[in-house]
Structure formats: C-alpha cells, structure tokens
C-alpha cells in the first residue's frame, strides 16, 4: 500500500485547542438583542385529541410575545427525519399537531422576551383534552381493535394506517423453507433491545434572526443543515432561498440531530415578528421530547450443515417506532442490509420486518442505525450455532464471512426505502481482524475456562460486523477549493463535522492532494448559503462522502495548477508534473515555480483568474467497514453485576486518515455500546410516561465505569474510497451488546434474550428464579 | 436556565445560633443551605429566604481521643480526604466516603445537608446512623444534641424548622470494632438502590454488639436488629456468615420500586452481609 | 440584589436574581465558555473551580458563592497560551465535540494542583462527574498523564 505524506498521520485536530480554550463556537454562546425565548407544553396523556387551547391569560402577561398551537402555525405534514429528497419516512406531523399521540408530545409554545416569563406563561395555558385509549406494545399495536394513531387526512409514506403497520419490509433470496430443510442443524435466537437515548452533552437547541435583507438564518445545533433548509422552507411554505442554515461547533448528535425539530418553530416566529428566536431543550424535554432509539425484536432463525457452512438465514424484526414514524423503515431496513450479507454464503435468505406505531416517545436516527439491534440477535444466535454444531465461534464466523471480491443478493434487494444497488466487496480484513483480536483477548487460552475467583467467574466472547460507508446512488457531498497567494487554501464545503474530526480529515486529504501542510488548509464548512450542498453527518459518510468531494475537487484543482504551471513554463504537455516543497515541477525540463508565486500572479499579474475548483461526490458503491471484537467480562454470581474488563477491536476501515481521531471515534462508540447493553434503559409508566429523564436516573457510563480497550486497526486500500478510506463512525457500537452477551454465556452458561443486562436480570438467568 | 423563582432574600449569619434565630423568624419560606444541591436541582417556588451558613464556621472536622467531630458544612471530599478521619476505623468510613456519587457531587454534598434532608437513598445517613452518631444543634439559644437514630424517630423534620445542626459527630472507636458497608448501584457514579452499614464490636473473633442499617430498601435506612440479635455471641466464621446470609435475606425489611425488585433487594442484602463478615473476618486474622 | 465574584483573578459585580444558579450568572454576564444545562449537577459540562475545588456552577447557588475565587477555563490559558492540560488534551484526541472539554480540563487542573503524580484510579476518580459520550474517556486519561509529564517538565502552572 503507497504510503502518504499526510494522510494516517495525527494532524492535530483543527479545532480542539478552540474548544480546549472555551471559545464561544456553540450556538447558544451567541446572543442577539431582543432575542425571544420559546418554551413549549408537552401533552400530559398518551392519546388524546385537543379540544381546546386557551392561551388568553398567558398572553396578556407581560413580555409575552405569543402562543403557538395548531390553530396559529402551518399545518403542513411533513418528516422530522433529516434525509435527502423525497424522505423515505412518512409525512405524518405539522409543527404542532391537533392530535397528541405520546406523554411528551408538542402541544402548544409560549414565546416570549425572557425564558423565565415563558415558563411562568406556560402555566396560564389552559388545554382540554378528549382522552382516547393508547397502546404501547408493538404487537397490541398491530392487533384488529387497537387505537389507530395516525387517522389524519393526508399523510403520506405509511404502509397501513389503520393497522399502525408504518414499513412492511419483505426481501427473499433462494428458498428459505427448502433451505432450512436442507440444514443438519438449526437454532432460533429471539433478542429484544430496549429504548435508548443518545445523550448528547449539548442538548437541542435553534437560534433563528432576520439578516440584513430579510432573509431567516437559522444557527442550529444540527447534522443536516441543508435538510434543515429545505424542510423548514416546505413546512412555512416559503422558498429555499429565503432561508440560511448556519452549523457552528456541535456538542455531540449520534443521530439525534439528524432530525428537524426545533428549526421550524424558531424560523416561524422569526418570520412572524421579525425578531431573533431561541428555542432550547433541557436535559429532560432531550430525552423525551427530542429522539430515542428504536426498541426491537428481532428473531434470528439459522439453518447449517454439520460442517459449519451456513444454508438458511431468517430474520424477522419487529420494531416500535413511537408515535410518529421518522426513520422508520430506513432503520428497519438497516437491520437487514447491515448484517445479513456479512454472512453471504447461506445460499437461502429472508428477511421480514415491520415497523408500528405506539403511544411512546419518538425512535430516531441512532449510530448504528438499525444494525446494531439485528447484530444484537444475530451475532448471539451464531453463537449458539457455533455450540450445537461443535464448533468454536471464532471459526464458524471464518468460515461463513464475506471475503473480498464477494457479494451478496441482500445488497440489490434491501435499500434504504427503494431498492439498493448490487456491490462486491473489494476491501477486507475480517480474517486478519478476528485472528489480531482473538489472539489479543487470549481466545484459546480463556475460552470456555469459567475462571473463578471467589464469587466471581470470567468469561470471554466474540462478534464480528459489518456497516456501510454512505448511502450508494444517494448521498451526495461537494466542495469548493479556492487558492490564496500564500498557497494555503479555503476550503468550502457542506460536510458537517459534529465533533468527530471531519474538519480535520478534509484538511488532511486536500494537503494529501496538493502537497502542502494541513496547516495551509482552512476550512469553512456547513453553510446553506457559503458551501456546496452535502447531506449531512449520517450513514457513515463523512470521510467517505464528504471527504470523496473534498478529493474530487483538490484533484481537479491540481490539475488545474499544473495547467498554469505549464502555460507559465512554456512547455506543452503537463502530465508528469509533481509537487514537491509546494513547488510545482516538471521532471523533464527540472523547471519549477512554488505554488504561492503561481497564484500571486493569476491574482495580480497576467491571465488574471481565481484559482478555483469545484467538485461533487456520490458513490455506487457503500464499501462496508469490518470489525471484530472480543471481550474479556466478570460475572458476580452473587449479584449478577457483569463488569467488562479488557475490551479488543479489530477494525478495517481501509486506509485511515488520522490514527488517533478515528481510534477516538472506536474508543466512544464503544462505550456508549456498553452503556447500552449493560445500563442504559428508559423506563415508563404503565401510562407510557417516561419516568426517569435525566442522568441520575437513566445511567451512562463515567470514567469510573470503562474497561481496558485495545484498538487494533488493519488498513486495506477501499479503491472506490477517497485515498482508500472507508468509514468508522458507527460500526463499534454493534459490538457490546452481542460480544458481552455471548461472553455472559461463556461464563455463567445462561443466555439473555434481552438488553440491557442488568445485575436483577442475569442473576435471574443465573438461579432460574429467585 | 433555572431559577429558584421564590427566592427574594439571601442572610448570612456569623454563627448557627443566629442562623436558627433567622429560620424561627421567617418560618416555612425560609430554608437552610448547605451545599445547595438539593435546593437548586428540585426547586420548590414556595422558598422565599436563604440562609447561608458560608460564615457560621462549621467546616472544620475533628478528631480527638474521644470523638470525630464534622462540622455542619464540610463535604463529603473534605471528610475523605482528611488525615485523621482517615485513621478512624481502618480507614474504612474514608474509603466507603469516597466511592459515593461522583467527584463533582461529593465536593458539593455537606455532611449537615446529608443529615437534613435525610433522602431515602442517602449513605451519610446509613453510615451515621450504623455508627451511632450524634446530631448537634442549636435552636438559637442553646446547643442540644441528639442520637441520630432518636432524631429519625422524632419528627426531624420539624426540629429543623427551629433549630440548626452544627455537627454530626462519632466515637473514634477503638481497634476492637469494624465498620463496613456494600452498596448496590447500576454503575460507579448512581445513588445507592440498597445499601448496609453495618458496626461490629469484636472479642476476639466473637461479635459482642452489631449495629446495623439497610438503607435505600426504596425508602430511609432502619435499623435491622432482629439480624443484630441473631449476630450477638456469634464467632466470625464461614459457617456464621452463611447463616447470617439466610437470616437477613428471610428477615429484612425491603420493597420494590422501578429499578430492582423486592426479591433482588433481598437477595442482595443477604449477599451483602455474608460479605460484609467475611471481610471482617480476614481483618482480623 | 447585587453581588461580586472574583473571576479569573478579576473582581466582577453583577446584578443577580438572588435564587440564580451559578451557571446562569456566570453565562449571562459574559462568560459563555462555561457551558452546560442539566440543572442537576449530573453531567460536569458547567464545572467551575470555586477556591480551587472543581462544583457544579448549574447547582451552585450564585449567592453563596460571592466573593469567592472562581475560576474558568479561559482563567487557566488562551489560545495563544494554552496551559499544558489544554496542549495535553489537543495531542491526545481528548476533544472530540469538545462540550465537556472545559469542565474536564478544570477537574483535571484542581486534581493535578492537589496530586501532581496522580494514579490512573486517581485520574478516573477525579473525572467521574465530567461526563463525556464522545470520547469513552480513554483518550482524556491518556492526556492528563501527558500533562503530568509536561508540568513536571516546564514547571508548575
């Protein structure tokens, strides 16, 4: 593999000292003059219509500016679910609706001049509501007499409202029957995930101003601006032009923010008093009234012959989407698309999935996405396979994996809502992945050992995986790269870095490119009016997608020096010319001229131009990321209490752009993974209540809860990646749930069929029942 | 942003006794701040006045030969981390301090605040109580002090409503007892969702006296004497501490609430006070 | 009511409701690079040193704390003179989205001044109110220890 000059080494993050220094790059560390505060009211009842809203006592107080509610916004149905055009999730709410449909649903919002009189104000808005029955199970949902939820007259994307029924997905290859058949040996795996927030540390919020000419900016704490721009603009029906969506620093999204929740309301009061608007979640209203992920159950049948080869894959998934149905079927669609092809060689394969409605708070977009349920069931039920056939996990997954130059008939047939599109892997390292991390974890020397000490007993266990890198055929990023005549260069363009260090990696790639210091790379990103469109941070794509445009458009603009180099030498053809020192040469007459002495001319001298490049990027292609992980755990057979403690990844993301930004990336996924398989849960009410919103009671990890972690990374070269990159945003957190559950069953010879592994629930495992 | 709306005053007296003097005058609307974290993080808007205790010089923590004596406002960080405190029973009461909540908390949480507001999931108020601390107060004229297990009893609540703690003080007990306490949390940094605090008095290897708290059982600690009885005149052993499991698993006093069950409570508190013997047990040999 | 902190070394007076949080002053007057809003004292992305002890400025009530030394992220370096922790936590990867960052370093500064050769239980100990999900903590581990080498080297700061 060609080595690169900047590309794999660890450029310094370019706006960490910023953020280690406190510097106001947050969208609320930006304060306008007579700027109102909106605060919302939240429906006390699972199901109910509203009769009535009288806001009339809270708007005659003081320093109230207004009170919104279905009777006095847009009643325009759209999809919260940041995605590109047309969404694939159905336009099933308006800004606020007539109907609520979960405790924690949008009633009405009292804007006014300071937060503390919105909050006063809410208490003077009066709702009556009419109480309807609610339903919260998936499988009640999807029953003959349950309440229908969505029974509103024109909303669009939605498989069978009257059943609840959102997605309906069905994909076959070969015959599944005649394949389970043909099996020596078959198991059934049932795994049910739990709800989960993101817990971004910085929660929701939208700041929304009129410019100069009128036109509404919004400043908003977003991974998909131009989502924003255009939803919001579809919502208040004015044209995109008329709005700018700007991206300042984030403090965290794992998909939260892939979602269009706060921008609408601020922009519309904005447009109606044409004053500045500020609309911010607390930690609370983060977690009920923002995102959560989808809860599922997902069952895994698997069908082999007694040499290990995989003949029948079945899964089944239903998943509870919450009261409104924003990303519905494309995390559904995931769960499907993400790991069945792992497993390419069973010949026969199904998939089934349906996503339904409830009377709970609202799944999103989450890292992951979907795969992260599937692996959950799938990953565990091979493990089991692995048990009845006689053979060791770690070489029923060597056996069975997709290898390079293969392909899968899931890829076609499971999209995103449409159809996929048909790929080969031309990029993997899964075999040096589990062998690196099976010997690290020490597989042969632990496996199977039950090591005790006192009333504690060790176990080892294993998953492999596989994501994706951006949406094939769909997501589109693009990038301009302007010269100076220093020879740095601006970079403009829509990806968004939510704090992963795409920045960073963009700076790399176009140093990479054009031969100067990622130092000479300034970078200006996620502007609607300012960058070139991109689709936001999601799906893996950043470095992939984002950064393929950055490299598009740092080639064509070295091809465009190379031009002026040549005009400027007098010879005739560019061709072989390098760039070296920031010079550019040209091998057979030994000429050169430094990038900076090229550019002050066309700035100033002759020919007079700017130059400039632009370029887009979409790829047929999503080449998967693979990776393998081993977990060490302790069981306390006395309390249940799982403790994790050493925790190996072995990931091939192809080449990697900046070694400790993506071991970064690895390390928190990781955690947040073990988070969610051992002691994140929300819990309810038997009202459908969310009872305990805040971080006493809903448990993330802290830096007293986290095991040794030993990343191991194996570079490939991806050759329909940028440089040969890949990605590495969500795939790690696949890896806990599963690789933690088959080591619970290595230690203590009991499986759980449900996340999140609670201390009650493996002791319960552990005694049969207490 | 978050307000205690009520607020419209704010005293600082020079000493408990004109701050107890203060709370008597202004009655229910006023409150006692320790280190403020329970009033700013559940607001109540009937609270009017604030009276701050950052002047009455009660962060001072003391040992003598007879008695650990912790000022009203000293937190949990400062007890964990001062010398002689540390040597007050192996360093066990220290050590345990040091685990609860987080950092952040444990720097913020007084030992008077911890006392007052006697929170069902509090661990001061199990460790104190297990240790058979005393509350000092004053009522603005007149200090008085009571056993924390009496003033539990009492209508605590009340007293406070006239009367200032200064201090919770214990014995600096002597090598013969043993103090250890196991806590269930979901993970490093949560409250306690059951915990035991147990102080045992030892000859030799018999235990001559128990004092013992479960707490967090969802509600306030009790104390658990039948299981005190049944340890009294019984040698530390493998054979006492099953048994002992058994017992208090059988006996205690426990609920469910939505986090665990009142099996798993139960379970655990046997689990815990095998442990807790065990432990004991290798402390001494 | 009014009310005066020493911020930074620098005497400020504002005008306070007297039930504000900490936080709240502190961010309505100026200081923004404090951040944080859970209100409850559970995430550590407002941490403040108050007399050098990392608290939670979003439970601290404002009025307690009058006349106290408190004192900010920008209170320990700048981007032109970053203090070593800042310069520790920029090599190491510790920033990711960079919103707990500020409470992190501060907790990190107090435990470094109190234990200048912490242990790596010491370090987690002292974080374990600074809640990071970006991270998984490892990388902020690894630049306190840095920290602890560049103090020993360049001398106490």
């Known amino acids: 593999m060609k080595q690169y000059r900047c590309v794999g080494s660890n450029v310094r993050k370019i706006d960490a000292l910023g953020l280690a220094t406190g510097q106001p790059v947050f969208t609320d560390d930006f304060c306008l003059k007579d700027m109102l505060h909106i605060k919302f009211i939240y429906s006390p009842h699972p199901h109910a219509i509203i009769e009535d809203i009288d806001s009339s006592e809270a708007e005659k107080m003081p320093g109230v500016k207004m009170v919104l509610s279905y009777k006095n916004t847009p009643q325009v149905l759209h999809t919260t679910a940041g995605q590109g055009w047309p969404e694939p999730s159905p336009y099933d709410t308006c800004m606020f609706n007539k109907k609520v449909r979960y405790i924690g649903d949008r009633v009405a919002a009292v804007v006014a001049e300071s937060e503390e009189i919105a909050l006063e104000a809410l208490r003077q808005v009066k709702v009556t509501y009419n109480v309807l029955p609610a339903v919260f199970e998936a499988e009640e949902a999807l029953k003959e007499n349950a309440p229908v939820i969505h029974d509103e007259e024109g909303i669009q994307g939605v498989y069978d409202a009257k059943r609840n029924l959102v997605a309906h997905v069905e994909v076959r290859a070969g015959d599944i029957e005649k394949g389970f058949q043909e099996s020596d040996v078959v198991v059934e795996n049932t795994f049910e995930t739990q709800f989960a927030q993101h817990c971004p540390i910085e929660t929701h919020i939208a700041i929304s101003y009129l410019d100069e000419n009128g036109r509404i900016v919004i400043r908003t704490s977003t991974q998909v601006p131009f989502h924003v721009r255009r939803i919001v603009a579809q919502v208040l029906n004015v044209p995109v032009s008329r709005i700018r969506v700007i991206k300042p620093r984030i403090g965290g999204g794992f998909g939260s923010k892939q979602e269009i929740i706060l921008e609408e309301v601020v922009a519309f009061v904005t447009m109606k008093t044409g004053l500045p608007a500020r609309a911010i979640f607390s930690r609370e209203e983060e977690f009920y009234a923002s995102r959560t992920r989808h809860p599922m159950k997902v069952t895994v049948k698997i069908g082999a012959k007694k040499d290990g080869k995989l003949n029948a894959i079945s899964m089944y998934t239903l998943s509870n989407t919450g009261a409104y149905g924003t990303h519905g079927l494309t995390v559904i669609s995931n769960v499907g698309s993400k790991t069945l092809p792992l497993y390419n060689k069973a010949p026969n394969v199904e998939f089934v999935g349906d996503v339904v409605y409830t009377n709970l708070p609202v799944p999103g977009a989450y890292r992951g996405y979907g795969a992260t349920q599937g692996y959950a069931s799938l990953e565990q039920a091979m493990d089991m396979l692995a048990e009845k056939l006689g053979i060791d996990p770690v070489e029923l997954r060597k056996i069975n994996h997709i290898r390079e130059g293969e392909t899968s008939p899931i890829f076609k047939a499971l999209g995103e809502g449409r159809e996929g599109v048909t790929q080969y892997i031309q990029s993997c390292a899964l075999e040096k992945l589990i062998e690196l991390g099976a010997k690290e974890i020490g597989w042969l020397e632990k496996r199977g050992k039950q090591q005790k000490e006192g009333t504690k007993v060790r176990g080892i266990g294993m998953s492999i995986h596989m994501q994706g890198s951006g949406i094939p055929l769909v997501d589109m990023g693009a990038a301009s790269i302007k010269l100076n005549e220093d020879g740095s260069v601006n970079v403009l363009y829509g990806g968004t870095d939510i704090g992963t260090g795409l920045d960073t990696a963009v700076a790399q790639i176009v140093g990479e490119v054009l031969g100067i210091s990622p130092e000479k790379v300034i970078v200006y990103a996620a502007d609607t009016d300012m960058t070139p469109f991109d689709k936001g941070a999601y799906a893996s794509s950043g470095t992939f997608i984002s950064g393929g445009a950055v490299y598009n458009a740092a080639l064509k603009l070295r091809e465009t020096l190379f031009e002026e180099a040549r005009l400027s030498f007098g010879e005739i053809d560019s061709r072989d010319y390098t760039i070296e020192n920031e010079k550019i040469v040209s091998p057979v007459s030994g000429k050169t001229i430094s990038i900076s002495e090229l550019v002050y001319q066309t700035l100033y001298v002759r020919k007079h131009k700017q130059l400039m490049e632009t370029a887009s990027f979409v790829s047929e292609t999503s080449p998967p990321p693979f990776a393998a992980h081993f977990v060490e755990i302790e069981v306390d057979k006395e309390t249940g209490t799982v403790t994790p403690i050493t925790y190996v990844a072995a990931v091939d993301c192809g080449r990697v752009v900046n070694p400790e930004l993506t071991r970064g990336q690895i390390i928190g996924s990781i955690i947040n993974g073990i988070g969610y398989a051992l002691t994140e849960e929300c819990k309810f009410s038997d009202k459908g209540k969310m009872v305990n919103p805040n971080f006493m009671d809903y448990r993330i990890p802290s830096s007293r809860d986290i095991p040794e972690i030993k990343v191991i990374l194996v570079e490939t070269h991806e050759p329909t990646g940028p440089l040969g990159v890949k990605s590495v945003a969500e795939i790690n957190i696949n890896g806990p749930i599963p690789a933690i559950g088959n080591a619970i069953y290595d230690a203590i010879g009991v499986r759980l069929h449900s996340s999140a592994y609670t201390p009650e629930k493996v002791l319960k495992a552990i005694k049969g029942s207490i | 942003m978050h307000r205690l709306r009520g607020v419209k005053e704010c005293l600082y007296p020079a000493s408990a006794e004109e701050a107890a003097r203060m709370l008597s005058e202004k009655g229910d609307s006023a409150r006692i701040v320790g280190g403020g974290l329970h009033l700013s993080a559940f607001p109540n808007p009937q609270v009017s006045t604030l009276i701050f205790l950052t002047k009455a010089g009660l962060t001072y923590i003391r040992t003598d030969e007879q008695r650990v004596r912790i000022g009203a406002l000293a937190t949990i960080t400062e007890f964990a981390e001062n010398r002689e405190a540390q040597s007050v029973l192996r360093g066990s009461v220290s050590r345990t301090c040091k685990c609860i909540a987080s950092q952040l908390l444990r720097n913020q949480i007084t030992f008077g605040g911890s006392v007052a507001q006697r929170e069902p999931y509090s661990d001061v108020a199990s460790i104190l109580l297990a240790l058979r601390a005393k509350v000092l107060l004053n009522d603005g004229f007149n200090d008085f002090e009571i056993e924390i297990e009496e003033f539990y009893k009492k209508d605590f609540r009340s007293i406070l409503k006239k009367a200032v703690i200064k201090e919770v003080n214990f014995e600096n007990f002597g090598s013969e007892f043993h103090f250890a306490m196991e806590r269930f949390t979901r993970n490093a940094t949560d409250i306690s969702h059951l915990n035991v605090a147990t102080l045992l008095k030892l000859e030799e290897l018999r235990i001559s006296d128990a004092s013992i708290f479960v707490g967090s059982r969802p509600s306030s600690p009790y104390r658990f004497a039948e299981l005190e009885e049944f340890l009294k005149g019984k040698e530390l052993g493998d054979q006492t501490a099953k048994e002992a499991q058994e017992f208090a698993r059988e006996k205690v006093e426990v609920e469910k609430d939505i986090r665990i069950s009142k099996e798993y409570r139960k379970e655990l508190v046997g689990v815990y006070v095998k442990r807790i013997l065990l432990k004991t047990l290798s402390e001494v040999v | ?157």
């Open chain 3, 1 to 157: 009511m009014k009310a005066a902190f020493i911020i930074n070394g620098k005497k400020e007076e504002f005008e306070i409701a007297p039930g504000d949080v900490l936080l709240d002053v502190l961010r309505n007057n100026g200081h923004n690079e404090v951040k944080g809003n859970c209100y409850m004292g559970t995430c550590g992305a407002c941490t403040v040193l108050i007399d050098g002890v990392p608290k939670a400025s979003c439970t601290t009530l404002a009025a307690q704390v009058a006349e106290a030394e408190i004192t900010t992220i920008t209170g320990i370096g700048s981007v032109l003179n970053p203090h070593p922790l800042q310069l520790a936590f920029v090599e190491k990867g510790a920033v990711q989205c960079g919103y707990c960052t500020p409470g992190a370093i501060l907790t990190a500064y107090a435990l470094l001044r109190k234990n200048p050769d912490p242990s790596e239980d010491d370090i987690k100990s002292a974080l374990d109110g600074n809640l990071c999900r970006c991270t998984g903590y490892i990388q902020q581990i690894e630049a306190v220890k840095l920290a602890v080498k560049l103090l020993k080297e360049g001398g106490n700061r």
